[in-house]
């Protein structure tokens, strides 16, 4: 199976995809933790998606796109995997309908203030990657791992990330359920309640 987990940032796409990974053994390819990866490592690629990331804008589709192609290179045909993160513009939805077949796209739904709220305490283990509220725990709840912020959940560039999802993103919603490939899912509550809507979904679907 090969979904497409779309949703503004914050909307819950990285946790699900934990709980996906586990159940349904799919590869979890995240184009802002290659990003990030990329950053850590002061990759060529990696600074210069830096200058887009800090001001919560997108990276130009040219560099992602190759990115994601260089990626998905690596998959064999009967692999399955989420994207989270990718598409995040119709010229790169029409790119990936070029290079796979995607089976799904679950839509994560959020009100802006609930993400405002979640983004801004939130707060990401150095270990094991779990996500945490900042309020709540001063180590990873999971591992017991040194937790950190990352450097775009401060409210401005939260704002802007929402602003640039609504500008930019959200069209791709119209352009998928006209495929018939749109699975809406209420993303507000518990991680957990929200996957038992994401399994009851996919099980109808
Ligand atoms: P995320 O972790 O998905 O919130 O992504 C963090 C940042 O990485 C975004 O705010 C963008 O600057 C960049 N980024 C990640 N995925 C994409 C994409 N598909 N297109 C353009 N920029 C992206």
């Not at 992602?64 to 513009?89: Q, S």
């Not at 919603?173 to 991680?191: N, V």
Request: charged fraction near 30%; hydrophobic fraction near 40%.
């Amino acid at each position: 199976m090969r979904l497409v987990l779309l949703g503004a940032p914050g909307a819950g796409k990285g946790t699900q995809a934990v709980f996906l990974k586990e159940h349904h053994n799919l590869a979890h390819i995240s184009t802002g933790d290659i990003f990030r990866r990329n950053l850590k490592d002061k990759t060529p690629l990696g600074l210069e998606a830096k200058k887009y990331m800090d001001a919560g804008q997108l990276v130009p589709d040219d560099i992602v796109m190759k990115m994601v192609a260089d990626t998905l290179a690596g998959f064999g045909a009967g692999e399955g995997f989420m994207l989270d993160g990718f598409p995040r513009t119709v010229a790169q939805a029409e790119f990936l309908e070029g290079i796979t077949k995607i089976d799904g796209v679950i839509l994560f739904a959020v009100p802006d203030e609930a993400i405002v709220k979640r983004l801004t305490s939130r707060a990401v283990c150095k270990e094991c990657g779990n996500v945490t509220n900042i309020h709540e725990h001063d180590k990873c709840p999971s591992c017991g791992g040194e937790l950190y912020r990352r450097d775009d959940d401060n409210e401005e560039t939260v704002r802007n990330r929402l602003k640039v999802f609504h500008d930019q993103t959200e069209a791709l919603e119209d352009f998928y359920r006209a495929k018939g490939l749109l699975l809406e899912i209420d993303a507000t509550g518990m991680p957990e309640e929200v996957f038992a809507r994401v399994v009851e979904t996919l099980n109808h679907d």
